[in-house]
């Protein structure tokens, strides 16, 4: 175990050790080496930040998923369920969250899913979508988090956020509608004469 | 009401459409995308998603958590170690099974090395040796070397002589019987350090049936027995003692120094 939690590196300031990383990458490895889609650990660090819409915060939480998952495999103790880490990390993020200032339950502005929505997303920085996205309650927040990690079908979103599908279907509707009119706010459409 | 519930199921599977084009298993959700498929809004909902997805695949990865994850470190397969392989239960398996195997026929080997014509009767009549009582042999009490004429004249075995080394022990008791493959074996028990002796027919070559011959003592073991045997006049004369070689070797010393 020591080796595994024993890095050779120094960790920055405030993030935990580093972990051995040659152990985590066989850990988290899927059958026949070939990288396991359910436990892809780049999307896991995508879903922490768009979880969190903090870079600093999400890399605490996703190296301390990595090192409890590490001491659980050196146990002998990995889950055998799919997405472990996912459901993990997002408990982490929830937890993490707790004693920050939740967002209030207002009416947001809501607009219809404009044709040039992709445009005005593409003006967007990541780190904005991660913190619009960070803002929302959970669980719309987990729903938008990992739908748009592309990385799920709904059965398995359904599943890891614990929702059923018609909440799952009003929390990605209502994020769309309100996306937009943040998006509509934010980068103003010229008027048609 | 059916209807209803089950348009607003499909729906809500619209709203939750896949991004990517990816192979859809679920029945009902490739039902509401055909369905929802071609309208305006399905369409800018997909745009809009993928747009979004688009953007999320652009988050950076910091180098600290990037390092645990590098593409070129997950795809070589991890090397296979000496330790790892011994560790595998399978090939411990395998390991344990062949050293067991290799271990019989070298011990087969080596009990067979030192084998001459006629071992396999003497190794038996070892056994024998082993559980003989002398209350089970006819009493006599004379030199052992004067029973060659007791077995000539009473049993008509010719050539069965007790060498010179041993001619001179003195016998508590003899029989002459017939073993598995009615070959007639003459056994003598002697006072001397509880031994006996044994004379059987040479082993012959089953074609040509000439007596296959071997040269002075030859020692073979069977539970705790020690024989030294040796052939003469295609007869087999066999000392079996329980002890080592060393307990019978002074006897036959004791011949070759006369």
Redesign the interface.
């Known amino acids: 175990m020591q080796t595994i939690l024993s890095g050779k590196r120094t960790?920055?300031a405030g993030?935990p050790a580093?972990?051995d990383?040659?152990k985590?990458?066989?850990l988290?490895?899927g059958p026949s080496?070939v990288?396991d889609r359910k436990q892809n650990?780049?999307q896991l660090?995508?879903f922490c930040?768009?979880m969190l819409g903090d870079?600093r915060k999400a890399?605490e939480v996703?190296?301390t998923t990595?090192r409890e998952a590490a001491q659980r495999a050196a146990r002998g103790e990995l889950p055998g369920e799919p997405f472990w880490l996912f459901r993990d990390a997002r408990w982490r993020c929830l937890e993490a969250t707790k004693s920050d200032l939740q967002p209030e339950s207002l009416e947001m502005d809501e607009h219809d899913?404009?044709?040039e929505?992709?445009s005005q997303?593409?003006r967007?920085d990541?780190?904005q979508?991660?913190i619009w996205i960070s803002a929302a309650p959970d669980p719309q927040r987990s729903a938008l988090a990992l739908?748009?990690?592309?990385e799920f079908?709904?059965?398995e979103?359904l599943d890891l956020a614990e929702l059923k599908?018609?909440e799952?279907?009003?929390f990605?509707?209502n994020g769309?509608r309100q996306?937009?009119a943040w998006l509509d706010a934010k980068f103003p459409q010229p008027t048609e004469v | 009401m059916k209807l209803l519930s089950s348009m607003?199921?499909q729906?809500?599977?619209s709203?939750?459409a896949?991004?990517?084009a990816r192979e859809l298993?679920?029945r009902a959700?490739r039902s509401a995308i055909s369905r929802a498929d071609g309208s305006?809004?399905f369409v800018?909902?997909q745009?809009?998603?993928?747009?979004?997805?688009?953007?999320?695949?652009?988050?950076?990865?910091?180098a600290?958590?990037?390092?645990?994850?590098s593409e070129k470190?997950?795809?070589?397969?991890?090397k296979r170690t000496w330790k790892k392989m011994l560790r595998n239960p399978a090939v411990l398996a395998i390991s344990i099974a062949v050293a067991v195997i290799a271990g019989v026929f070298v011990f087969n080997f080596a009990s067979h090395l030192n084998d001459f014509p006629g071992s396999v009767t003497a190794r038996k009549l070892l056994g024998v040796a082993a559980s003989m009582r002398p209350v089970m042999l006819d009493p006599v009490n004379t030199d052992a070397g004067t029973l060659s004429d007791l077995f000539f004249m009473k049993h008509g075995l010719e050539h069965y002589d007790v060498p010179a080394e041993f001619a001179d022990f003195s016998t508590i008791g003899c029989r002459v019987f017939e073993d598995d493959e009615s070959r007639r074996i003459a056994q003598i028990w002697v006072a001397e350090k509880r031994m006996q002796f044994f004379l059987f027919p040479a082993e012959r070559d089953s074609k040509t049936g000439v007596v296959l011959r071997f040269p002075g003592w030859r020692y073979i073991h069977q539970e705790g027995w020690t024989g030294a045997v040796t052939e003469h006049s295609g007869v087999c004369f066999m000392a079996a003692v329980r002890g080592r070689d060393k307990d019978l070797e002074r006897y036959l010393s004791k011949s070759t120094d006369k």
């Open positions: 960790a920055p993030l580093p972990l990383t040659r985590v990458r066989e988290f490895r080496s990288p650990l780049p660090y995508r930040f768009l870079s890399q996703f190296h990595l899913v404009a044709s929505a992709a997303i593409q967007l990541p780190t979508l991660a739908f748009y990690l592309d079908d709904y059965r979103i599908l018609s799952l279907s009003l990605l509707a769309r996306l937009q | 607003r199921r729906r809500s599977l709203n939750c896949p991004i990517s298993a679920d959700m305006a809004e800018h909902q745009n809009f998603d993928r747009a979004v997805a688009r953007l999320v695949r652009l988050i950076p990865i910091p600290e958590s990037a390092e645990w994850f470190d997950l795809v070589p397969t991890s």
